[in-house]
């Protein structure tokens, strides 16, 4: 987080980085998530290694969370009643054996929780962002106001 927090850009541009990382790493499009990533930061101008950094959010320990949410999320969504409830490693199974049609759910329900993910990030970045280069612009107006 420090690495994206001294990124040279704006407080927005560190912020629309940020969010557009943590939609991509809310689907279930794993070995994607850093060029989903950074085409969602270049269409919004946003800082392209925040997003590309941000994709992290997405590793071993979350993976299963992210597939359990965004194929409960998707099949509520589509057809309650016409789909079994299933969790993280029986999707990670699907993924693996590429049963890609019985993954709409999973598809379809990751795009609400992305946009979730980056309605959440976004603000949050950007305060963080903001505080920081602030306190860094106070720091350095302070040494150079010093004498040695």
């Given amino acids: 987080m420090l690495r994206v927090l001294r990124l040279k850009s704006s407080p927005h541009s560190i912020a629309v980085g940020v969010a ?67 969790g993280g490693p029986e999707i990670a199974r699907m993924i693996e054996r590429l049963d890609l049609a019985e993954l709409w759910g999973p598809v379809f329900g990751s795009l609400p929780l992305a946009i979730g993910g980056a309605l959440i990030f976004y603000p949050l970045s950007y305060q963080a962002a903001r505080l920081f280069q602030e306190r860094r612009r106070r720091a350095r107006a302070q040494r150079v106001g010093t004498p040695s």
């Fill in 20 to 86: 557009a990382g943590a939609a991509s790493s809310l689907t279930p499009f794993f070995g994607f998530h850093i060029v989903f990533a950074v085409i969602i930061a270049a269409l919004f101008s946003g800082n392209l290694l925040a997003a590309a950094i941000t994709t992290a959010l997405a590793n071993p320990i979350t993976i299963p969370v992210i597939l359990t949410a965004s194929y409960e999320l998707g099949t509520a969504l589509m057809e309650p009643q016409a789909v079994p409830a299933i």
